[in-house]
T-cell receptor, first 122, second 107 residues
Framework: QVQLVESGGDVVQSGRPLRLSCAASGFTFSNYGMYWVRQAPGKGLQWVAVISYDGRNKYYEDSVKGRFTISRDNSKNTLYLQLNSLRPDDTAVYYC????????WGNGMDVWGRGTTVTVSS | DIQVTQSPSSLSASVGDRVTITCRASPSITSSLNWYQHKPGTAPKLLIY???RLQAGVPSRFSASGSGTDFTLTISSLQPEDFATYYC?????????FGQGTKLEIK
C-alpha cells in the first residue's frame, strides 16, 4: 500500500548535524513533489520545505533556510532532509508528506508518514 | 509571506453538535486552502483541498467553503472520532503556511 516511513531522528547537541530519511513505497515516487513538516512539542504543524518531483526546485521556510537541505534520490524512492547548525527550537517530530497531485506542488498533502523525533539539547 | 490566522484556538462541543472553524488569509489566496485533521501520535489527515473539495474517503459530514481571504470548515454532526486538532493550510505560494490549529474537545 502507499506508505511513507521516516527515520533518522535522534537526540543531538546544539550545532551538530543530522540527516532524516523518508522511504516511499506503493506509488511512483519520482512523479510527486514531496514535503517536510514538523511539530514542536505542544505546538502546531509547521511547514518546513518542499522539493519538486525531479528535485530541481526547492523551497524552505525562513527559519531553516541556509541550515536545512531537502533532497531526493528517485532511484532509491527516498526523500532526505539534512539538518545543519541545529538549535534547541528545531526540536520536533518531523513528518514527510506527498503532494496530492503528481508533477506539481501546492495541492495539499495526501500521504503522510508517522514522523521521526529530533531532540536538540543545548 | 502569506499569513494564515485560524480561530478559535480551542472549542468544546458535544457529540451531534455542528461546529465551524474559521481561517483567514492575508493577502488573498483564491481557493488554495486545505484542511487537515491531526490526532496525537498519528499522521495528519487531509480532509479538504482547494477550499471545498472533499478528499476521497472523508465522511460527508465534513464540508468547507470560502475563497479569497475567508474560509470555513464545518462538521455537521460531531462523532466521537472527530475530536482532534484541525489545521488550515494555504498553498497559494510557498512557504505553504499552516494556521495555528483548533483543538476540538469533548464538552
Amino acid at each position: 500500500q502507499v506508505q511513507l516511513v521516516e527515520s533518522g531522528g535522534d537526540v543531538v547537541q546544539s550545532g551538530r548535524p543530522l540527516r532524516l530519511s523518508c522511504a516511499a513505497s506503493g506509488f511512483t515516487f519520482s512523479n510527486y513533489g514531496m514535503y517536510w513538516v514538523r511539530q514542536a512539542p505542544g505546538k502546531g504543524l509547521q511547514w518546513v520545505a518542499v522539493i519538486s518531483y525531479d528535485g530541481r526546485n526547492k523551497y524552505y521556510e525562513d527559519s531553516v533556510k541556509g541550515r536545512f537541505t531537502i533532497s531526493r534520490d528517485n532511484s532509491k524512492n527516498t526523500l532526505y532532509l539534512q539538518l545543519n547548525s541545529l538549535r534547541p527550537d528545531d526540536t520536533a517530530v518531523y513528518y514527510c508528506a506527498r503532494d496530492r497531485v503528481g508533477y506539481v506542488w501546492g495541492n495539499g498533502m495526501d500521504v503522510w508518514g508517522r514522523g521521526t523525533t529530533v531532540t536538540v539539547s543545548s | 509571506d502569506i499569513q494564515v490566522t485560524q480561530s478559535p484556538s480551542s472549542l468544546s462541543a458535544s457529540v451531534g453538535d455542528r461546529v465551524t472553524i474559521t481561517c483567514r488569509a492575508s493577502p488573498s489566496i483564491t481557493s488554495s486552502l486545505n484542511w487537515y485533521q491531526h490526532k496525537p501520535g498519528t499522521a495528519p489527515k487531509l480532509l479538504i483541498y482547494d477550499a471545498s473539495r472533499l478528499q476521497a474517503g472523508v465522511p460527508s459530514r465534513f464540508s468547507a467553503s470560502g475563497s479569497g481571504t475567508d474560509f470555513t470548515l464545518t462538521i455537521s454532526s460531531l462523532q466521537p472520532e472527530d475530536f482532534a486538532t484541525y489545521y488550515c493550510q494555504q498553498t497559494y505560494n510557498p512557504p505553504h503556511s499552516f494556521g495555528q490549529g483548533t483543538k476540538l474537545e469533548i464538552k
